[in-house]
């Protein structure tokens, strides 16, 4: 399935996932991602799967959900820019629906200019910057071995200079990574220098790649929201999950845990949904586990927590 949902987004509504690219596939390691660890780490870009088969998953869960859209996202189970279908499926989107179209990128391959063209069509590249050093830019994202800070950054400040749509800057807060004052200070600069629309302050909300991964204080967010002027999504999403496309509460269960974390509360309100009891078996059988992170209960997948698989560079 590469379409999902809607799912309730904090940045875009009620978003309809795409992802054109394999599982935990992705240019990063990063030491917060909700996935656990990278098992795919490269930036070599591939056609994954046939793009007819992905824009036809579009195409049904729009049909099943017309009316409850607010953005059709690409976003991946990893990094979407490593598909080389990007640009054509960006454009299929643009010309076949009445949905804006966004992209969660990571940036780390905007230094491509196939990738900032492909992107060109997009009304809104949601950009992680979190990092404003080479150290720090290794520490919290561990990227693939041909990424180094100083050429994703210029990456990003190229393409915010010709793309014509909304970039929005996305600021994740790892407390005692990347929460110094100076280090902050010098990414405001940096954020300035991209002219963002919006820019959106995040923490690890859902169970993180590794253990050690800790939430700034309060005091330390509300800092980071003065200095960047940003809007505060640090606070879990609420709303519900498309589940038109499922056959069962087991297929919903299994394919939204994968892409979208889901809280115990969450998973139990699909079961409602379907009046079907599947989660508990799941879990017997060693596919799922429920992981206890800031007081909620969330259901993961095995191989997701804190990173049971081994990370492989291409
Ligand atoms: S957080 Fe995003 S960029 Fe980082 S490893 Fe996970 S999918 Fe990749």
Not at 248 to 263: G, V
Request: hydrophobic share 35%; charged share 25%.
């Amino acid at each position: 399935m590469y379409a999902y949902g809607p799912v309730p987004s904090r940045r875009f509504g009620r978003s309809v996932g795409i992802s054109p690219i394999p599982e935990k596939t992705c240019s990063y390691s990063c030491v917060y991602c909700q996935l656990g660890r990278t098992r795919n780490l490269t930036i070599k870009r591939e056609h994954f799967f046939p793009v007819d088969d992905i824009l036809a998953d579009i195409e049904k869960v729009v049909s099943a959900n017309e009316h409850k859209i607010d953005y059709l996202t690409l976003v991946g189970d990893g990094e979407p820019t490593l598909s080389a279908d990007l640009g054509e499926i960006i454009h299929a989107c643009k010309t076949r629906f009445p949905y804006k179209v966004g992209v969660i990128t990571n940036g780390s391959l905007l230094w491509m200019q196939e990738v900032r063209q492909e992107l060109s069509e997009a009304d809104v590249v949601n950009i992680s910057m979190s990092t404003s050093d080479p150290e720090t830019f290794q520490g919290l994202h561990r990227p693939h071995v041909g990424l180094s800070f100083e050429r994703v950054r210029d990456g990003i400040q190229q393409f915010a200079t010709t793309f014509k749509g909304q970039i929005w800057a996305e600021v994740m807060l790892v407390d005692f990574v990347n929460t110094d004052s100076g280090e902050m200070e010098a990414l405001r600069t940096l954020i300035d220098n991209v002219r963002p629309s919006r820019t959106y302050i995040m923490t690890p909300t859902r169970p993180p790649a590794e253990k050690w991964v800790l939430i700034p204080s309060p005091e330390k967010i509300i800092m980071a929201l003065s200095l960047f002027g940003g809007e505060d999504i640090t606070q879990l999403e609420h709303g519900t999950f498309g589940l038109d496309e499922f056959k069962s509460a087991n297929e919903a269960i299994s394919e939204i845990c994968r892409r979208h974390p889901l809280r115990l509360s969450q998973a139990r309100t699909i079961e409602a949904y379907f009046a079907q009891r599947s989660l508990d078996r799941l879990i017997t059988e060693g596919k799922f586990k429920i992981v206890e992170y800031q007081n909620h209960k969330y259901v993961l997948p095995t191989e997701f927590i804190f990173g049971t698989r081994a990370v492989a560079q291409n």
